[in-house]
């Protein structure tokens, strides 16, 4: 069976500080992993998706994410921080064949 | 190109009632997927839709049902509403009818139950 987990529900950062947004997944078979954001009152936006090609995977507005197997472990990264990316990160997920499991979310914080 | 559109933003129900929700995809988008996102669990997948035919359901009891209509736009509805049904409906759709394409967010369905 897949599953998520989004360590820390809530993270708050300083602007201009690093962003660190760990998900880990479980998988039985190699998975495909996204991080989705969700701006407040609106849909969720597709950030970046990892599909098996490179390890690092580079997304929309800076952010980054790196599959590493032996910790499956899809972490979203950003080296500096801007009050525009207070929002709510989703990370999912999907192998062929079944559905998406998304993580339950972490808030992120920006402090000016 | 006109994203997913949902409707309405807000509906507000009391107790037994049925609630309907609408989506529209993405031009050329076949399949249509709906999750419910209620207060501290996360989207929880319902529905999966696709060339008019459920092809998955999450989790839900069958008072949870929809259809996706020939045009490719879908309906939701949720019979005997309970109060913990109260949630944010997202509906998504995808070109392809795979898991593991890119799925596209409408804005939702603000579904509060009294």
């Known amino acids: 069976a897949q599953s998520v987990t989004q360590l820390g529900s809530h993270v708050s950062v300083s602007e201009g500080a690093l962003v660190l947004l760990r998900c880990n997944y479980s998988s039985s078979v190699p998975p495909y992993l996204f991080w989705y954001v969700q701006y407040p009152n609106q849909g969720l936006q597709l950030l970046l998706k990892?599909?098996?090609?490179?390890?690092l995977v580079k997304g929309i507005n800076g952010f980054e994410a790196e599959f590493k197997k032996s910790e499956t472990s899809f972490h979203l990264t950003k080296p500096s921080a801007h009050m525009s990316d207070a929002a709510e990160y989703f990370c999912?997920?999907?192998?062929?064949?079944?559905?998406?499991?998304f993580g339950t979310g972490t808030s992120l914080t920006v402090i000016p | 190109e006109a994203g997913v559109t949902q409707s309405p933003t807000h509906l507000i129900k009391t107790r037994g009632q049925q609630a309907t929700l609408r989506c529209s995809p993405i031009?050329?988008?076949?399949?249509v997927y709906w999750y419910q996102q209620a207060l501290g669990l996360g989207l929880q997948f319902l529905l999966w839709?696709?060339?008019?035919?459920?092809?998955n359901r999450g989790n839900f009891p069958p008072r949870f049902s929809g259809r996706q209509f020939p045009n490719y736009s879908s309906e939701l509805n949720v019979n005997a509403l309970e109060l913990e049904d109260s949630a944010l409906y997202l509906c998504?759709?995808?070109?392809?009818?795979?898991?593991?394409?890119?799925?596209?967010f409408g804005p939702g369905t603000r579904l509060t139950v009294l």
């Open positions: 990892y599909t098996s090609a490179a390890t």
């Open positions: 031009s050329g988008h076949t399949s």
């Open positions: 839709y696709d060339e008019g035919e459920e092809r």
């Open positions: 999912a997920v999907s192998v062929t064949g079944n559905q998406f499991y």
């Open positions: 998504a759709s995808s070109p392809n009818p795979t898991w593991t394409d890119t799925q596209y």
